[in-house]
């Protein structure tokens, strides 16, 4: 990396207004656009929030009013960067009302004898977090905002930030928003030999997070998912690029560590533009691709500029053509639609702003050959593919258009099991399926794996901790234990996996320590309208479908009896599905006795093509040797010393 293009070198001056630009530049500028006008018409004059209509966090007040002023600056920085290549009439009187409001907020919520003052920084508080965002919003509107002020002003937003330096920071990716406050201050002459000790020390520990192959554990969340993109490399791109002048031994390490993430994280997206809704905070939807962007401009993306493209505007139309807005215009806490029952505690009505990360192509110019390369199709969209990752213990499979996560060893902390283990928990995640919730920590969802319970409890026990065995792009295979300490119920469970196309082997070694009943659940698929959902079951087979996906489910050895968990109407509960109101999974059910081993055996489909659904025909199922034959897909033979002879 030349060292010469720092600092700012993703803020660089686009030079005269064009006339015209790229439809694809103008089209990503419109999609901000439609986003921020909505939040103008929220603008009240001296008011430093935005009343964005939503849940209130398990943080305070002033937590959730700062984030609804921190997160769409971001939103309205970059869109405000592309107008210096090209704008329209209306575009200006829209940054009128915002650059006014956003100044006049910054000075208000930053003033302690202001009623909208935001209060101070302290130990753990949410305010770290969006004071290190806020950081990358006033440097990228450093010329719209920051400059604009006089130099007691500026000194008044300074002492308010300093109200971070010193305050503990959760051990995980949290860690970098102290360091973009402490420099910031360092730039603005209100650092202190400490703060460059401190930033050091915090760069060692957060070095300690990294695994390999571009991939870091998120610290004591110990997780490996979509924060890895749009947390852990989209904060260190930012930090290289404002502040990395000083370290260029850190710079070229850390860039090499998001080249080579870039190298396999296209395989996460489907033909359709999705990505699987896979771990925490999956309200950010489009945030998925933050780190694109931001590694093209700063030349150190191994991608095609054509597929760059792809990724980022495929992802963002793919959730800008659902109904992903409120009442007010604003986004919605959601997936594919307004679902706040399915966000985490510590999301608030202004959290879902976090995706304005995703705008980042608007940094670029529009002569870049991000906007003019010939679009390359994503993986997903060329061939069937499998990849097996080792640091974060997960499979990425690109089949029939589709993207499956196999989750072989991700997981989440004890600790943060209130976020619902259930978002790491599940066998396998894809695109077009999500998966289903549940609002009481004593249930776990029946999709998605294998479940337990008493036989008089009505506690439903799901798999958390997981150790991986074995990663491989043909087969995995983890042990967990289906139980807690409460209780002390325990089921101990070794699961291997093999796939062909959209069906998944999925095979369970089960040793009971007290009676119970094991559930193995399909994927749930969902429907707008219940009428859509057709489903059947002959013995131990069965199927569903919603119009255009289906899945299938047959037990192949082990399994007593077939059920299904569906949400069909109003009289079935509250909603549970995060794609839809209405859902139905397909089980496949056995009972356990004390001290009870068990071999469970099931064949999983997901898919659109009737024909290869059809159940299979159970040919061999011998030591090391089993065999299979579909109607449609032939002969399937699985060799493995696991296997055990049965039947």
């Known amino acids: 990396m030349d060292r010469e293009d720092f600092p700012n070198s993703l803020i660089k001056d686009f030079g005269p207004k064009r006339e015209l630009v790229p439809a694809d530049y103008r089209w990503w500028q419109n999609q901000a656009k439609d986003l921020i006008r909505p939040l103008i018409d929220l603008m009240v004059d001296g008011k430093a929030s935005l009343p964005i209509e939503g849940m209130a966090s398990d943080h305070d007040a002033n937590a959730d009013r700062l984030e609804s002023y921190a997160r769409p600056l971001l939103l309205w920085a970059h869109w405000q960067h592309s107008l ?10 829209i940054t009128a009302v915002a650059k006014n409001w956003f100044r006049k907020g910054l000075l208000a919520g930053t003033d302690p004898m202001s009623s909208e003052f935001w209060g101070y920084s302290a130990n753990f508080h949410q305010h770290s977090v969006e004071m290190g965002l806020m950081v990358i919003g006033l440097e990228l509107s450093r010329k719209r905002l920051w400059d604009t002020l006089d130099d007691a002003e500026k000194k008044q937003v300074l002492l308010w930030l300093e109200s971070d330096v010193g305050n503990g920071h959760h051990w995980n990716n949290h860690m970098f928003f102290g360091i973009l406050v402490m420099e910031f201050l360092i730039r603005e002459d209100r650092g202190h030999e400490a703060y460059r000790l401190v930033i050091d ?20 969340n110990q997780a490996f998912d979509f924060y890895n993109a749009y947390a852990w490399h989209y904060y260190i791109l930012w930090w290289i690029s404002l502040y ?17 993430f870039l190298q396999d994280y296209p395989r996460f997206f489907a033909a359709s533009g999705e990505h699987p809704a896979f771990g925490r905070s999956i309200t950010y939807r489009f945030n998925a691709t933050a780190p694109i962007g931001l590694a093209h401009a700063l030349g150190i993306s191994p991608l095609d500029p054509g597929l760059s493209r792809s990724l980022c505007q495929r992802n963002l139309k793919f959730f800008t053509d659902k109904p992903v807005v409120q009442s007010q215009g604003c986004l919605s806490l959601g997936w594919y639609d307004e679902f706040i029952d399915m966000v ?118 799901g798999r958390h901790y997981t150790a991986p065995a074995i990663v491989e792009s043909d087969r995995m295979a983890c042990l967990y234990s289906l139980g807690r300490k409460f209780e002390q119920f325990q089921v101990s469970v070794e699961t291997r996996m093999w796939w062909r196309g959209d069906w998944q082997l999925i095979v369970h070694r089960c040793i009971a320590k007290q009676d119970c009943t ?28 919603n119009g255009e996906h289906g899945i299938a489910l047959q037990g192949v050895f082990g399994f007593e009896s077939y059920g299904f968990d569906s949400r069909l109407g109003e009289g079935d509960g509250p909603r549970r599905h995060i794609q839809a109101p209405f859902h ?32 299979w025909n159970v040919e061999r199922l011998g030591a090391s040797d089993w065999r299979f034959l579909h109607p449609a897909l032939g002969t399937w033979k699985v060799e493995d010393t696991f296997l055990p002879q049965l039947g």
């Open 84 to 93: 210096e290549a090209y704008s329209e009439e209306d575009d200006d009187k």
């Open 201 to 220: 020390r915090w760069f060692e520990e957060l070095d300690g997070m990294y695994a390999r192959d571009g991939w870091y554990m998120d610290g004591m």
């Open 584 to 615: 139905t999974t397909l089980l496949l059910e056995t009972n356990m006795g004390a001290a009870d081993e068990a071999w469970l055996v099931s064949l999983a489909w997901s898919g659109k093509n009737r024909a290869e659904a059809a159940p």
């Open 518 to 545: 094991l559930s193995h659940g399909s994927y749930a698929l969902s429907a707008d309208d219940a009428s859509l959902l057709d489903r059947s079951d002959n013995g131990l087979v069965g199927q569903a479908w």
């Open 344 to 461: 985490e505690v510590y999301s608030c009505g202004g959290s879902t702003y976090w995706a304005a990360k995703a705008f980042a192509p608007l940094l670029l110019s529009p002569e870049d050959a991000f906007w003019s390369s010939p679009e390359v199709a994503c993986p997903a969209s060329k061939e069937d593919g499998s990849l097996a990752l080792q640091p974060p213990s997960l499979i990425v499979r690109n089949t029939n258009g589709e993207v499956e996560i196999i989750n072989v060893g991700s997981q989440i902390a004890s600790t943060n099991t209130r976020f619902g283990p259930y978002k790491w928990g599940l066998l396998s995640y894809k695109s077009s399926y999500g998966f289903t919730i549940v609002r009481d920590a004593e249930l776990y969802p029946r999709d998605g794996g294998l479940t337990a319970q008493a036989p008089t409890g009505r506690i439903i026990y």
């Open 244 to 260: 990395g002048e000083n370290d260029a031994e850190r710079c070229q390490r850390w860039s090499k560590r998001t080249g080579r």
